[in-house]
């Protein structure tokens, strides 16, 4: 049985790589052009116009919208006060609101998600810790333990320097580690940039919500 899940938002394709490993044909949809996605089909649009056109032709729907706001990074910025970031978690959410299948919204610690779900690289043996939020409708989904970390994130802070058995994929210099270094600790062998890995999370966290996902799309088609 073939089934389809749409990714919206999608960027290189780290979520449609998970998603791939758990048996589902992947479209990704993304504003940008994104020449190494990973997924079996991109289309270059507006993600929320394409998903009103098209959702109901797919198995299930994820979404990673922009909620820059909400970064850490950001949020010590006062600039994100005054309306310069978008957030289009509630539009999304309105959106898969009107749909029938299984729905994953996906997006970093502090953002207005429903916690039904709490990923980190710890959790799978990764070289970096990347928390992230799935607000989770139309399926179960079962929360692993949040193994204790093994240390620090390796760079520097405030002119000391830290070592640690995470790199952070974010930002340049401070020993936050080479674009190979990152591209190992996340498994996206196939990104080519600082950007697309600095927007994507690791395809193990959606690896393991496509396989129980597809165990119970499969349950009830039989």
């Given amino acids: 049985m073939s089934l389809n899940i749409l990714d919206l938002f999608s960027a290189a394709g780290g979520a449609a790589r998970g998603y791939q490993n758990a048996g589902f044909h992947v479209t990704g949809v993304d504003i940008n052009p994104q020449p190494n996605y990973a997924g079996d089909t991109f289309i270059q649009g507006d993600a ?7 959702g109901h032709e797919y198995d299930a729907v994820h979404g990673s919208p922009p909620c820059q706001a909400s970064c850490t990074l950001i949020k010590g910025n006062q600039k994100a006060t005054a309306g310069n970031h978008i957030n289009l978690i509630p539009a999304t959410r309105a959106a898969f609101a009107k749909l029938t299948v299984p729905t994953i919204i996906e997006n970093v610690q502090g953002s207005d998600l429903r916690r039904d779900l709490t990923l980190c690289g710890e959790m799978f043996g990764l070289g970096v810790i990347r928390h992230r939020y799935f607000e989770v409708t139309g399926f179960e989904v079962t929360q692993p333990t949040h193994r204790k970390h093994r ?17 952070a994929p974010y930002g340049k210099g401070g020993g936050k580690g080479t674009l190979d270094e990152w591209r190992e600790a996340m498994e996206v062998p196939w990104m080519e940039t ?27 088609a039989e």
């Fill in 48 to 54: 929320l116009e394409y998903l009103a056109a098209h």
């Fill in 151 to 167: 240390g620090r994130v390796r760079g520097w802070r405030h002119g000391t320097y830290y070592d640690g058995p995470y790199v």
């Fill in 194 to 220: 600082h950007q697309e890995i600095t927007e994507c999370i690791p395809p193990k966290f959606t690896e393991l919500i496509g396989r129980q996902l597809m165990a119970q799309l499969v349950g009830v």
